[in-house]
T-cell receptor, first 114, second 117 residues
């Protein structure tokens, strides 16, 4: 059974803190993605990675960075958390030769910045 | 840039009835994939159905079927014999064809479907 696991389901952080959201997949997928989900805005792409140590900006990268030191793990970093980063964060992965293969998602992390 | 539009923020249906969720997209590409994902209150994104743009035949998965109109760039989801468990947020998504590193899904804003007994 394929699996994408996000380290926390709920997280509360203070303004200005450095926040790490972790995502691990066990499917040997090359591609990993971080999305942000807000009511009325759908899912918006923050960053993605197509290989170890490779990363590309998505549509809303400001205030975020990412790290991919190992193939199975993709971390999203909020350098200095702000209240406008309160949101649901979803991690996803796909194989390198995708065909019509869908993306597999983690269960989401609901982050609240106070 | 590719965009996906879901014009119905909310829809409702009675059990056993049929409902159609709308989705349109904008692209200049000819080779791509379209998906419908379901997100129940558990937040886990679940694939409902997929469609390859090169296939003319509409995809079906049990009670779920799509009406894919490539020229009109329309991709609607029909749910037949609706069940209480179908209540969820539904997202339409687009992706370019494979062999492009890191090609990401582009999502619409979602449609919340409620099902009443």
């Amino acid at each position: 059974d394929v699996k994408v696991t996000q380290s926390s389901r709920y997280l509360v952080k203070r303004t200005g803190e450095k926040v790490f959201l972790e995502c691990v997949q066990d499917m040997d997928h090359e591609n990993m993605f971080w999305y942000r989900q807000d009511p009325g805005l759908g899912l918006r792409l923050i960053y993605f990675s197509y290989d170890v140590k490779m990363k590309e900006k998505g549509d809303i990268p400001e205030g975020y960075s990412v790290s991919r030191e190992k193939k199975e793990r993709f971390s999203l970093i909020l350098e200095s958390a702000s209240t406008n980063q309160t949101s649901m964060y979803l991690c996803a992965s796909t194989p390198g030769a995708m065909g019509s293969t869908e993306a597999f998602f983690g269960q989401g992390t609901r982050l609240t910045v106070v | 840039a590719q965009t996906v539009t879901q014009s119905q923020p909310e829809m409702s249906v009675q059990e056993a009835e049929t409902v159609t969720l709308s989705c349109t997209y904008d692209t200049s590409e000819s080779d791509y994939y379209l998906f419908w994902y379901k997100q129940p209150p558990s937040r886990q994104m679940i694939l409902v159905i997929r469609q390859e743009a090169y296939k003319q035949q509409n995809a079906t998965e049990n009670r779920f079927s799509v009406n894919f109109q490539k020229a009109a760039k329309s991709f609607s989801l029909k749910i037949s014999d609706s069940q209480l468990g179908d209540a969820a947020m539904y997202f339409c998504a687009y992706r370019l064809s494979a062999n492009q590193a890191g090609t990401a899904l582009i999502f619409g804003k979602g449609t919340t479907l409620s099902v009443s007994s």
